[in-house]
């Protein structure tokens, strides 16, 4: 199964964009890259997901490389709210996401 | 709008004694996941049901564990008998199904098995 990979963690201010990488080499054409954030004591959720084309929603937007092997989940204005685990998924299948570890985002006041 | 519903939000029990978790699936939604989380392995999937029927039971450990759905609105993760090294947390998921659907996660079970 195609895995991704993540920094650890990240620190970003209030108020400033983020910008959350993943690495994804061994994605398959039919992959798609879904990203979800866990906050503290909370089950995962969904933020957005993409197949080809750049994506954006209410929450983010999602950049993905041209030969897929890498997307960057950008947070435009980062708040307190937004501190989370965020874990970038694909879907080798018709449902199964594979959950590496994740990065830690801690947004500072 | 509802979300998934999970219970109980905690469960300690000894161990050998049968744990049973509960989940409700978003109204409509078709397909149901059960997860564990650990610190050491992460996020697990556990089991998958689409129109209340199994699909995909790999990622169950052992015989210990088994799950059901009877209906669309109800499902049941047991173990029996339990083990200290399934303290976990777990949590139930559903989708409308397919690759574009997101998941909709509950807020889990945190299970301790003294």
């Known amino acids: 199964d195609a895995k991704t990979t993540q920094p650890n963690s990240m620190e970003s201010n209030e108020e400033e964009p983020v910008h959350l990488p993943c690495n994804h080499s061994t994605i398959s054409g039919t992959d798609y890259i879904h990203w979800y954030r866990q906050l503290p004591s909370q089950g995962p959720e969904y933020v957005i997901h993409g197949l080809t084309s750049n994506v954006n929603n209410r929450m983010a937007s999602l950049a993905i490389a041209e030969d897929r092997k890498s997307s960057t989940l950008i947070l435009h204005r980062a708040t307190l709210r937004d501190a989370a685990v965020y874990y970038c998924?694909?879907?080798?299948?018709?449902?199964?996401?594979?959950f590496g570890t994740g990065t830690r985002l801690k947004v500072l006041a | 709008d509802a979300g998934v519903i999970q219970s109980p939000r905690h469960e300690v029990t000894e161990m050998g004694q049968e744990v049973t978790l509960r989940c409700k699936p978003i109204s409509g939604h078709n397909s149901l996941f059960w997860y564990r989380q650990t610190m050491m392995r992460g996020l697990e999937l556990l089991i998958y049901f689409n129109n209340n029927v199994p699909i995909d039971d790999s990622g169950m450990p052992e015989d210990r564990f088994s799950a059901k759905m009877p209906n669309a609105s109800f499902s049941t993760l047991k173990i029996q008998p339990s083990e200290p090294r399934d303290s976990a947390v777990y949590f139930c998921?559903?989708?409308?199904?397919?690759?574009?659907?997101?998941?909709?996660f509950g807020d889990g079970t945190r299970l301790s098995i003294l």
């Open positions: 998921a559903s989708s409308l199904g397919g690759l574009r659907q997101p998941q909709h």
């Open positions: 998924t694909l879907t080798p299948g018709t449902y199964k996401y594979i």
